[in-house]
């Protein structure tokens, strides 16, 4: 679970962002948005900055709220108000076609030995 959901902040590119929410649908843990916040604390090298919470809003508070802004704004990220503008910046994560994802779970199934 933890290598989904931070492969899937990772593919937040500059300039974009996304909900708590969206990255766990990503990674697969649909309702998981709380793990990935719990999550994104202890990670390194991650953008953090990129992950909001619902509507575009910043959840961190004080300094790191702060922060959070001013790096998205440096990334050119715009915001209304309090919140990004989502419309312009929601990163949209794209799911497999569903045949790829089949190959790609029979790839990783370990088939039984045939025993002698």
């Known amino acids: 679970m933890r290598e989904r959901i931070l492969a ?3 593919r937040i590119p500059r300039g974009k962002v996304s909900t708590y929410g969206a990255v766990a649908r990503a990674a697969g843990h649909p309702g998981a948005a709380r793990q990935v916040a719990r999550l994104m604390r202890g990670a390194v090298d991650l953008p953090w900055q990129r992950v909001l919470g619902a509507g575009g809003e910043i959840k961190l508070t004080g ?9 998205l ?4 990220v715009a915001f ?5 503008d989502m419309k312009r910046h929601e990163f949209k ?5 569903r045949a790829k994802a089949d190959k790609r779970n029979q790839r ?3 088939e039984p030995q045939a025993r002698s």
């Open 8 to 10: 899937a902040i990772r």
């Open 63 to 71: 300094d790191s709220a702060f922060e959070q802004r001013f790096r």
């Open 73 to 76: 704004q440096s990334e050119g």
């Open 80 to 84: 209304r108000g309090r919140r990004v």
């Open 93 to 97: 994560f794209r799911a497999l076609p």
């Open 108 to 110: 990783n199934r370990k």
